[in-house]
């Protein structure tokens, strides 16, 4: 299942804003959530 881009970037706030009091690990390949990530590896 997909998210639509919408979707993502609204997942990528609430994780942001989540991240103050715990930690995330996220595996994505959309560029919302990609470029909102304070760290990335390849």
Do not use: C, G, H, W
Request: positive net charge; without cysteine; aromatic residues 8%.
């Amino acid at each position: 299942m997909f998210l639509y881009e919408a979707n993502v970037k609204r997942l990528a706030r609430m994780i942001k804003q989540q991240a103050k009091q715990a930690q995330f690990i996220v595996v994505s390949l959309r560029r919302p959530m990609i470029e909102s990530a304070e760290r990335t590896l390849a």
